[in-house]
């Protein structure tokens, strides 16, 4: 809470410019993944696509931020990271799609974009043993090989992060998955197993689809509501500036 976002310039060196940035975690967390797409788009370091990004040169670069928010406990997460203070309305504001999760199936070999973001909040980090890279930059890895199943779902993916999946590509770790979620890790070379269990916001949530359904009704009108009393508020201080309203289109929320 005593934390303020700080921007210091250090020009000590004529050569170089050191900027030092400090930020809340969730904010943070929401620039590096920008910053680290446009890098990866354009294929250049961090410190480039930052000048780029400032420059508005970087085109077309899509980034999904994914938020998860309990409406039975009001708790959210921007990925593993757990919203406090003003953040979680912050971020609400933010929203633009909104989905409820449930495991499913998919025909091709690619998982949706929901279907990442379902894997991810369950799995919170990369599910080798010892890794904690963020799940949300991790692969949606198929459990068994693909070629055996081409009709898998969510219930058969699990996230990896890069280098662990180039690990059990090249057959050095065999992964179980338990239906509870749990992985049991195996490792050819010494023949040790590992357990691991999810740790993101939907680890423990009831992801069957009868329930999701209920509760789908419940987030529109929930979200819609707090979207009113944003548009609102803005109104009311554009007016209060001598400003002409701005006029919000009021689309309805994609499911
Ligand atoms: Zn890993």
Not at 1 to 7: A, K, N, R, V
Not at 94 to 118: M, N, W, Y
Not at 149 to 172: A, D, F, V, W, Y
């Amino acid at each position: 809470p005593d934390l303020s976002p700080d921007f210091t310039i250090d020009t000590t060196d004529t050569d170089y410019t050191v900027f030092q940035i400090t930020l809340p975690t969730d904010e943070a967390i929401g620039a590096t993944r920008i910053i680290d797409a446009i890098a990866t788009a354009h294929n250049t370091s961090r410190a480039t696509a930052f000048t780029e990004l400032l420059h508005g040169t970087t085109g077309e670069v899509k980034v999904t931020l994914n938020c998860y928010r309990n409406l039975d406990t009001g708790d959210m997460h921007l990925e593993n990271h757990k919203l406090t203070g003003i953040a979680p309305d912050t971020w609400m504001r933010r929203v633009t799609d909104l989905t409820v999760p449930s495991h499913s199936t998919h025909h091709g070999r690619l998982a949706t974009e929901a279907q990442k973001a379902l894997i991810a909040g369950i799995d919170g980090t990369c599910r080798a043993p010892g890794c904690d890279n963020p799940a949300a930059t991790a692969d949606a890895d198929h459990i068994h090989r693909y070629d055996n199943n081409p009709h898998t779902g969510t219930r058969e993916m699990q996230s990896l992060c890069r280098r662990c999946h180039i690990l059990k590509t090249l057959g050095l770790t065999d992964y179980t998955r338990l239906t509870d979620g749990t992985t049991i890790v195996s490792s050819i070379d010494d023949n040790h197993t590992v357990t691991t269990v999810p740790t993101g916001p939907l680890a423990h949530a009831n992801l069957t689809f009868d329930r999701c359904l209920a509760h789908k009704t419940r987030t529109r009108k929930e979200h819609q509501k707090l979207r009113d009393t944003w548009n609102y508020i803005t109104r009311c201080a554009f007016q209060n500036v001598g400003a002409s309203a701005i006029i919000v289109e009021e689309a309805p929320i994609p499911f």
